[in-house]
Nanobody, 119 residues
Framework: QVQLVESGGGLVQPGGSLRLSCAAS????????MGWYRQVPGKQRELVAA???????NYKDSVKGRFTISRDNAKNTVYLQMNSLEPEDTAVYYC?????????????WGQGTQVTVAS
């Protein structure tokens, strides 16, 4: 059974940092490109950072230089280090395969973790 469990979100002041974690199970994690996505109410979920199975990374322009995605295949975990956070980064953050895991019943998403950047 596939499970993606995100953690590490919270309330942080502008300029602060957070480190998100996502523990995966039920998939051959080491073979999958993974991504961190975020969604704010009323908007589509967007991909902000991605990492291939080999460790190559790619970022949305607005987070380049501030966010770092990494993975630990031994722990089936993907991370997102977020520095210099801005109010515009406020969202629910999700991890998933890149592209997202899809089944007959639809795309699979975990519960996400809320990140709120406010003074």
């Amino acid at each position: 059974q596939v499970q993606l469990v995100e953690s590490g979100g919270g309330l942080v002041q502008p300029g602060g940092s957070l480190r998100l974690s996502c523990a995966a199970s039920g998939i051959t994690f080491r073979l999958y490109p993974m991504g961190w996505y975020r969604q704010v109410p009323g908007k589509q979920r967007e991909l902000v950072a991605a990492i291939t199975s080999g460790g190559s990374t790619n970022y949305k322009d607005s987070v380049k230089g501030r966010f770092t995605i990494s993975r630990d295949n031994a722990k089936n975990t993907v991370y997102l280090q977020m520095n210099s956070l801005e109010p515009e980064d406020t969202a629910v953050y999700y991890c998933n395969r890149d592209p997202p895991l899809s089944f007959v019943s639809g795309q699979y998403w975990g519960q996400g973790t809320q990140v709120t950047v406010a003074s």
